[in-house]
């Protein structure tokens, strides 16, 4: 009788075995899942903050350029003898 209920847990012990190695493998699943979403959701991120950037930096481009445009403008009609401002 001793021996069968020692030999009672080494029975059951390869049955626990299994669901456990099947829950880890589906947690294992679940965050691979997980962590392969988040992935593409970071690759998301990062593709639109360089775009956005580089838009930002065009349109910074730009601003500048125009600003130019406007005091050399501004420096020619200083020029013309009609202009208000002109000192």
Not at 77 to 86: G, L, S, W
């Amino acid at each position: 009788m001793t021996y069968e209920i020692i030999k009672m847990p080494s029975l059951l012990l390869p049955l626990v075995k299994k669901k456990s190695v099947r829950e880890m493998q589906e947690f294992t699943n679940l965050v691979k899942g997980q962590f392969d979403y988040l992935m593409e959701q970071v690759t998301r991120f990062e593709t639109d903050y360089f775009e956005l950037s580089e838009k930002v930096h065009k349109m910074y481009q730009e601003v500048i350029l125009l600003n130019q445009r406007l005091s050399e403008s501004l420096k020619l009609q200083r020029t013309v003898p009609a202009c208000k401002d002109r000192n």
